[in-house]
Nanobody
Framework: QVQLVESGGGSVQAGGSLRLSCVAS???????????MTWFRQAPGKEREGVAA????????YYADSVKGRFNISQDNAKNTLYLQMNSLKPEDTAMYYC???????????????????WGQGTQVTVSS
């Protein structure tokens, strides 16, 4: 089992920045079994959507079109931590943000909700105009 804990959410004005963190914990075997980690978000009344995905083995990153050029996903393997740097925030970025992890290496639909086995509890991001 892998546990994921997000932090870094908050309230900012449009144009501002936030950095989200997601710390993974669990047995060494479980941690090293993870291939993909992804940030999702869900606004009230809307479906959960993939925002940014990263292959932990390197060289594969995917972003939703709505955040390309503004958000940056990264990892620190030594700290078992996933980050999401969010710049030029817009009111439409307001949502609960979740990190998720997948122990499968396939790169089929890395932003898809259904493929992820492990989920964090989320951190709220609110962007005011």
């Amino acid at each position: 089992q892998v546990q994921l804990v997000e932090s870094g959410g908050g309230s900012v004005q449009a144009g501002g920045s936030l950095r989200l963190s997601c710390v993974a914990s669990g047995s060494t075997y479980s941690i090293y079994s993870i291939y993909w980690m992804t940030w999702f978000r869900q606004a009230p009344g809307k479906e959960r959507e993939g925002v940014a995905a990263i292959y932990l083995g390197g060289a594969r990153i995917y972003y939703a079109d709505s955040v390309k050029g503004r958000f940056n996903i990264s990892q620190d393997n030594a700290k078992n931590t996933l980050y999401l740097q969010m710049n030029s925030l817009k009111p439409e970025d307001t949502a609960m943000y979740y990190c998720a992890a997948d122990p499968r290496p396939s790169d089929e639909n890395p932003l898809g909700v259904s493929r992820y086995k492990y989920w964090g509890q989320g951190t709220q991001v609110t962007v005011s105009s």
